[in-house]
């Protein structure tokens, strides 16, 4: 049975969720379920506006074929072609013989390679338009938001942006379409930030670029791939990706995140939380045995201020620390004050290591005062220079 929703008189939804989701990318958890967004366009030209992931495949067949009744379908457009949004390109084609695939040449290299075949297209470059009767769509390349390949469709009619992964966020839609039929700031920023800082964080230059020819538009609607359409309130969630594209922290405070292999460290890390919170400083905590690194990425980019507490492991650095540090250079965070706390039972050095690890940061600045625990903390003497130190800045 098919499942659409009404985006306006002539826009509809035709896309799924899936709860059940696999690792997204195959790196992160989405116990929240993601949703696989497109959008057909019915005017007296028809367009789907992108496919879907293969696990929702099914339902977003039956749901065009609901959505489109007895037309035919004119245009499929392709804005990116990772396999979350093509998984279904083929599949269409198949369906409906007569489509043109409407794309740029990327796209269609990027498409040959993934099928292994030749498909004819109407090629469509920077500025380009289309008109579909009344709605017009005009072509605006997006590189590296998220892959080389990436455009997003501004359609003049309806102030539309189709923005491609731009302004996605994990969490299945459940029923609701529109941002502002939930409480998104409630329930889905944190979600919305951990797929931005995850999946395009890296880019943030990218993103600003394609925010700066996004300014020039009257945009009444944001339809992008994953998550909700926004109808209402655009500027709030432009203004989430400036401060996210510009590694701007939301918050001051202080990420604390720690390893600890017999709860010693475990202790430091909580020391420290409870006194920085009795200066009134606002805190976070993370165990990287436990918590995934994406959550502890996305609050990295959050906070103004990143501790991180590590004891030695087979002369080096606890493992799982050592791939978080590696990670949170991999996207590119900037401008953050760092701290360190090492610990370990006859060589706890393990801060200079961590400073190495993160010294490609750029614009970030590195406290020097360091706190040195041999086993376990006995004296809390020990985290004042490290505190008064955050204190001075937040
Ligand atoms: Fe949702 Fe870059 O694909």
Redesign the pocket.
Known sequence: MYCTRKVSDDVIWVGADNRRATPFEGLYSIPNGVSYNSYLILDEKTALMDTVDKSVESIFYENVKSALGERELDYLVIQ?M?P??SAAVSGILLRYPSCRVVTNKKVADMLRAFTGADVDYIEVKEGDTIELGRHKLTFVMAPMV??PEVMVIYDSLDGTLYSA?AF?TFGALSGALFADEVDFERDYLDEARRYYTN?VGKYGSRVMALLKKASTLDIKILCP??GFVWRENIDYYVNKYVQWATYSPEKRGVNVVYASIYGNTEIVANALCARLRECGIETRMHDVSVDEESWIIADSFKYSHLCFASPAYNSGLFPRMESLLHEIVNHGLSGRRIGFIESGSWAPSTSKKMREILSSLNDTVFLDEVVTVRSSLHDLEALTPLINAIKAEI
């Open positions: 990116h990772e979350d949004h998220h892959w992964d996605g999946i791939l994953h």
